[in-house]
């Protein structure tokens, strides 16, 4: 970046390419395509999977976690479950490596010859405790596993873990080669992790995020002339942060960088929208972003000029009237499968399952509205979730509609209403906030009457500053009683992010 307190490029790069919660972009590219892939916690299907021709727009392919025996919805915890993932392609196939942190001591590859899937059940790789696998190979086809170790017997003398360690693999056997190592220890800032590995020309470099994925967050890279080492630190470092500047797109780091048709390069890297008074709350987790790269003395340097054209189209409608279930739609708790199904009348019906089991979408802007048409005649809530312990929900059943909201150990009912008709319509809106926080949530419904509102709560309860956690917000609608639910439709509005 050009100036450091971020005040002369306010208009450039404060869009993301892949809003919502899309954290710790990976992407490759084939001939003329890219395709990225992110980190998805506790929901499932789990790793979306998008493409784009230019970087800059991108569509959803899929998932690439589509089944159970690639990773049991239900068992993880919120924010654990499946962090960075990075994907590769190589000799007509596409490689994912992740980590089920539910499964701490082992990361995973899947592979596909066609990334929209099926993916392979996984290839474990046990006794690599950590996080953050990266795949690449060598001049003579060996396949290197790095990733950031947690494992106490890779502690360094200095004490300081994690480090960034490898290991040789065979892919097809399923086998480590020799045991991990340690290759860097990083910069000098906390929590050294993301590593990936290039290649250009005679130089290999070694990309790390660093600082930890809050408002230190950064960009890293060393290089050396083999890929397992010794690397030398860049004399300008970090490569890439947002740290202490006023730019509106902050915790910058955890990149990826690829190589475009025409010899550039580009760097994808997460970011977040903090918004409200001090310290500053995002919401809707951490969002995917794109900057172009350059070469200088043989490394990288990374301009955030470009200005982006237009905001991504991120509405969208859905009846449900398709074979199968659009890629935007995750549970945390539960697979789709397991309580969503087609309803003779149209639309879908939910049947009831433990919570967090819900039909769940990302908001993806910082001003929206949903709204889900539902059969008044079932019991049905609609959550605007950050975790277990951070929602607002609108409830409708047998016609009494209510709000309710839990901000950690205290939940309470803070709105209510009568519907009238056969299909009313639930409401949630992201608008301006009236309390300093990042924004307001209200909740309101249309039946018969028209529309009202029940209540409005501020936003920053379900913030990633007052939950914690490595997620974002997501709009779940569950069933609540006996009876399946019946959801006819879904339609998402960005309202305007500023
Ligand atoms: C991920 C780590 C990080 O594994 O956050 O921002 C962790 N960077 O590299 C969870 O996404």
Do not use: K
């Amino acid at each position: 970046m050009t100036d450091p307190s971020g005040a002369g490029i306010r208009d450039a790069a404060t869009t993301p390419v892949i809003p919502g919660f899309f954290p710790d972009p990976s992407v490759c590219r084939v001939g003329e395509d890219y395709y990225l892939v992110n980190s998805s916690f506790e929901y499932a299907p789990g790793i979306p999977i998008h493409h784009s021709r230019d970087l800059r727009t991108w569509t959803q392919l899929g998932n690439v976690l589509t089944r159970e025996s690639q990773f049991p919805a239900g068992v993880s915890a919120a924010s654990r479950g499946i962090y960075a993932p990075t994907i590769r392609h190589r000799d007509g196939t596409f490689f994912v490596v992740g980590t089920n942190v539910e499964r701490g001591g082992e990361q995973f590859v899947v592979t596909a010859t066609d990334p929209a899937g099926p993916w392979s059940d996984p290839i474990v790789f046990p006794g690599l405790g950590g996080i953050d696998p990266d795949l690449a190979w060598d001049d003579d086809g060996s396949c290197f596993l790095t990733y950031c170790a947690l494992d106490e017997a890779l502690r360094p003398a200095d004490g300081s873990l994690p480090v960034i360690a490898q290991v040789r693999i065979d892919l097809e056997r399923g086998i480590l080669l020799d045991g991990p190592r340690e290759i860097w220890r990083g910069s000098g800032l906390a929590h050294p992790e993301g590593p990936h590995l290039y290649r250009r020309g005679d130089w290999w470099y070694l990309l790390t995020a660093e600082g930890g994925t809050e408002r230190g967050h950064a960009v890293c890279v060393a290089r050396s002339r083999a890929i397992d080492g010794p690397f030398e630190l860049a004399p300008s470092t970090p490569l890439f942060s947002r740290r202490s500047t006023g730019f509106l797109v902050q915790n910058t780091g955890h990149a990826d960088l690829v190589e475009r048709p025409d010899g550039e390069w580009a760097m994808v890297y997460l970011g977040v929208r903090p918004r409200g008074f001090t310290p500053g709350f995002h919401v809707i987790g951490r969002e995917t972003f794109l900057a172009r790269v350059e070469w200088v003395d043989d490394w990288p340097v990374v301009y955030t000029d470009d200005v982006l054209p237009g905001r991504p189209d991120t509405a969208f409608v859905d009846d449900f009237s398709t074979a199968e279930l659009h890629p935007r739609w995750v549970s945390p708790g539960a697979a789709l499968g397991a309580f969503v199904s087609t309803h003779p009348d149209g639309g879908v019906a939910l049947e009831t399952r433990p919570t967090p089991a819900a039909l769940s979408v990302r908001a993806r802007d910082l001003r929206w509205r949903y709204e889900v048409r539902v059969d008044a005649s079932a019991a049905v809530g609609l959550r605007v979730r950050l975790d277990e312990h951070h929602w607002y929900e609108i409830t409708l059943d047998g016609h009494a509609a209510e709000v309710r909201a839990r901000i950690g150990a205290l939940e309470a009912s803070v709105g209510s209403a009568r519907a009238t008709g056969d299909v009313v319509t639930l409401v949630v809106e992201a608008v301006d906030a009236t309390h300093d926080g990042p924004d307001d949530l209200r909740f309101g419904l249309v039946d018969d009457n028209g529309e009202r509102w029940l209540a409005a709560l501020d936003g920053r309860y379900l913030s990633t500053e007052v939950a914690g956690g490595f997620t974002g917000r997501t709009l779940g609608l569950r069933a609540l009683g006996a009876t399946p639910a019946r959801v006819v439709s879904a339609r998402y509005l960005p309202l305007g992010d500023e």
